[in-house]
């Protein structure tokens, strides 16, 4: 038989309820530095001040530094498009160093006075154009082969005071050497450059063992 029935049901909705708020952010690095050291240190890599600067001078934090071991380099990665090496950046606090290389693209840098002060690297190479190149730059320094592959716009005085560069490489062109930039280095062999506008008053004098100028 056939039986009806009829009831009332009733039926909870399900309230949806907000997704909680959630943030996150992607922090952005730029590779601009590598370096070798002469030692393994232990695996430690060098360490660096906040001495590397951004737009407007802002000071960029070394979001980290990993090791390559293909090339037994340590590559420094900065929180920022890298505009200027500041004051002290490899100053000798630390195991000595190979070579410092600084590949910033096509972003032209600055290098600032003091910047490789007491630095034990013996060679630094620049693959960018160069803004200026400071004051005190190479002072107290063990760095001997300074190679620039762009063009420098201006090159301060006493840049190489107190140095012990024995060779400059720069593969450009030169607006400025200023007065005494070099003078008193006295080890100082080698002057390769594409072409130079001026030269400063005295800017190589007592560069007693300069050998070849090109």
Not at 29 to 35: G, S
Not at 43 to 64: A, D, T
Not at 134 to 155: H, M, Q
């Amino acid at each position: 038989f056939n039986q009806n029935t009829m009831k009332t049901i009733s039926i909870d909705r399900n309230h949806i309820k907000p997704m909680a708020t959630f943030t996150t952010s992607i922090e952005q690095t730029t590779t601009a530095i590598r370096y070798k050291l002469k030692d393994s240190n232990n695996g430690e890599p060098y360490p660096l001040k906040k001495s590397f600067l951004g737009e407007n001078g802002s000071v960029l934090n070394v979001i980290r530094q990993e090791y390559d071991e293909t090339t037994g380099e340590w590559i420094v990665h900065l929180s920022g498009t890298l505009k200027a090496v500041g004051g002290n950046a490899f100053t000798d606090q630390a195991p000595a160093l190979e070579y410092i290389k600084i590949d910033n693209g096509e972003e032209p840098i600055t290098v600032s006075d003091f910047a490789f002060y007491n630095c034990t690297a013996e060679r630094i190479e620049i693959n960018n154009d160069v803004v200026s190149i400071g004051n005190s730059t190479f002072t107290g320094s063990k760095t001997t082969e300074f190679i620039i592959n762009g063009d420098v716009a201006t090159i301060k005085k006493d840049a190489g005071t107190g140095s012990e560069l024995e060779k400059i490489q720069i593969s450009g062109s030169v607006g400025t050497i200023e007065e005494q930039a070099f003078a008193g280095c006295t080890n100082l062999q080698t002057f390769d450059v594409d072409s130079i506008e001026s030269i400063g008053y005295r800017a190589f004098y007592l560069c007693s063992n300069l050998s070849t100028v090109n």
